[in-house]
């Protein structure tokens, strides 16, 4: 099973910029679609971003879409969520998540999830 570990979160103004990391152990990395999840206080778990194995598709949910990008190094097992244009209702923990295609992910069919890591936007 892979084992997945978010970083990167924190506290930044509505308008500002961060971005997330994941790294994931294991030698298979590539094969796998990952994708970003979030969760607000007292909301349901939500889909955010994913990307296929290669890199060469992502998809986004329609909140996010134009401002987060998705992308990943397959060398360092890392994939990344830039979340640009914060707002405060992008607050939330994020979720990193893997699956057997990007479609699947997207579809709440993980594999793995990380432990996550805060995301906190101030007006």
């Known amino acids: 099973q892979v084992q997945l570990v978010e970083s990167g979160g924190g506290l930044v103004q509505a308008g500002g910029s961060l971005r997330l990391s994941c790294a994931a152990s294991?030698?298979?990395?590539?094969?796998?679609?990952m994708g970003w999840f979030r969760q607000a206080p007292g909301k349901e778990r939500e889909f955010v971003a994913a990307?296929?194995?290669?890199?060469?598709?992502?998809y986004f949910a329609d909140s996010v879409k134009g401002r987060f990008t998705i992308s990943r190094d397959n060398a360092k097992n890392t994939v990344y969520l830039q979340m640009n244009s914060l707002k405060p209702e992008d607050t939330a923990v994020y979720y990193c998540?893997?699956?057997?295609?990007?479609?699947?992910?997207?579809?709440?069919?993980?594999?793995?999830w990380g432990q996550g890591t805060q995301v906190t936007v101030s007006s």
């Open positions: 998540a893997t699956g057997s295609s990007a479609w699947a992910v997207a579809g709440d069919k993980v594999a793995s």
């Open positions: 990307i296929t194995g290669s890199g060469g598709s992502s």
């Open positions: 294991g030698r298979t990395f590539s094969i796998y679609a």
